[in-house]
């Protein structure tokens, strides 16, 4: 492998953040750069591909600013926190524009984006690895599988946070040398749900399993688990984790979908319940997952849920025999069977929230349906564009699109478009 060291002038930013700039005739793109500066990179060359690692910048952008997190540049979880609010906010906003002109879209349809508070994550799934008796806890490095060892995060939720210094302590205890691992760990409404993996583990010894107990005991976890594969090991739980979605209890894992922040529950949630139609009767809730939107709409009309993930569509079938909410919960492949038109017909509102995949076969039913109202939401501003185009094409008009920033210093972006027929 090997390592050139060189300099390039930044003058645009890729849809990942990264800074685009020329060396030897080439284009590049460098990581936690800004457009205007000039910047020294390491280039590392294999035989698969060429990789550019920033250094050091030459003369900096007047938007650039102190990141606040000691790890940035290094920690692959934060690609902005070097852009000053307005450049973020830009540089947000242009994920979803850039993606509706490549698709001959108005651009001015998007509204300013909603930047939630950052530090309230309540997701995260960390790796571990144990090496002369030194615990390295964290995310990946950027591009890399080396683990970068967190002496601090600033998206973390801080009942996240608080969890990290103790249980390296305890992985210290139960590891051996250069033995791997992976904690998955969720905030929900009656605590922290965790989850651990190890490396050729197949259960816990005697010893393991008490250590890990006093750690949740000592810690106030809600549950705490080992996982091995498909079998799951319930290690300590005083109750069952649950998020609340419209004031009803929906039981959740430390492995569920959920949005990244409670408050992005209730701003998504705002945004399609104020385009919800006066003739409302009856509504079709597409990737309704354990019913972030099926719940609220159910105040106003009769749901049915579609869901393909088992787990999901169990947690909430047993929320709506406990809430008696009017929702239909189905088990769906969307992205083999989508609702034909036929049965779209049976709704005046549909809404929609696909994987970063999207849901273009789906759409390709909707398009021509008599629904009055779609809303999509979307954590892919490419895929929403593409399948925008779709809907557009059909004959529904773009009333207007919502940037969401849930996903704080990343070059991810959430939206929210509403269609009408």
Request: aromatic share 10%; net charge neutral.
């Amino acid at each position: 492998m090997e390592e050139i060291f060189g300099t390039s002038v930044i003058y645009s930013l890729s849809h990942e953040a990264q800074g685009i700039g020329e060396f030897e005739g080439k284009t590049i793109h460098i990581p936690f750069s800004l457009p205007g500066e000039r910047i020294t990179f390491k280039q590392i060359c294999s035989k698969k591909r060429k990789k550019f690692l920033f250094q050091s910048v030459e003369n900096a952008s007047d938007c650039r600013v102190p990141p606040v997190c000691r790890h940035f540049t290094q920690c692959g979880g934060c690609t902005l926190q070097h852009m000053n609010l307005d450049l973020y906010r830009e540089f947000k906003k242009s994920l979803i524009t850039i993606s509706l002109q490549e698709h001959g879209l108005d651009p001015f349809l998007v509204d300013d984006v909603i930047i939630l508070p950052f530090g309230k994550r309540r997701r995260a799934n960390l790796d571990i690895i144990k090496k002369n008796d030194v615990v390295y806890l964290g995310f990946h490095r950027w591009k890399s599988h080396q683990i970068i060892d967190l002496k601090e995060c600033h998206t973390l939720s801080p009942a996240l946070k608080s969890l990290l210094t103790p249980f390296k302590e305890v992985l210290n205890l139960i590891l051996d040398n250069f033995q791997k691992a992976k904690i998955f760990l969720t905030e929900t409404g009656s605590g922290v749900d965790f989850s651990l993996e190890i490396q050729g583990v197949l259960e816990l010894t005697e010893s393991q399993r008490e250590i890990l107990e006093s750690f949740a005991l000592d810690n106030k976890v809600a549950r705490f688990v080992f996982k091995h594969g498909k079998k799951i090991d319930c290690v300590y739980k005083t109750t069952d984790p649950v998020v609340v979605f419209d004031g009803v209890d929906v039981a959740v894992d430390a492995y569920s979908f959920l949005q990244a922040t409670e408050e992005a529950d209730g701003i998504l949630t705002s945004l399609v319940m104020e385009n919800v139609p006066k003739s409302l009767t009856k509504a079709a809730d597409l990737f309704c997952g354990r019913g972030t939107f099926s719940f609220p709409l159910s105040r106003i009309a009769a749901v049915d849920g579609f869901e393909l993930d088992k787990p999901a569509l169990k947690a909430l079938e047993d929320a709506i025999s406990k809430s008696k909410r009017n929702i239909t919960p189905y088990h769906r492949n969307l992205f083999d069977e989508p609702l034909s038109m036929k049965e779209l017909s049976l709704y005046q509102m549909v809404v929609i929230d696909p994987p970063r995949a999207g849901a273009f076969e789906q759409v390709k039913m909707l398009k021509h349906s008599s629904v009055q109202t779609i809303a999509y939401v979307s954590c892919n501003p490419q895929t929403f564009a593409r399948d925008a185009k779709e809907l557009v094409d059909g004959g529904y008009t773009l009333k207007k699109i919502t940037p969401v920033d849930q996903f704080a210093w990343s070059a991810h972006l959430e939206v929210v478009g509403v269609f009408i027929k």
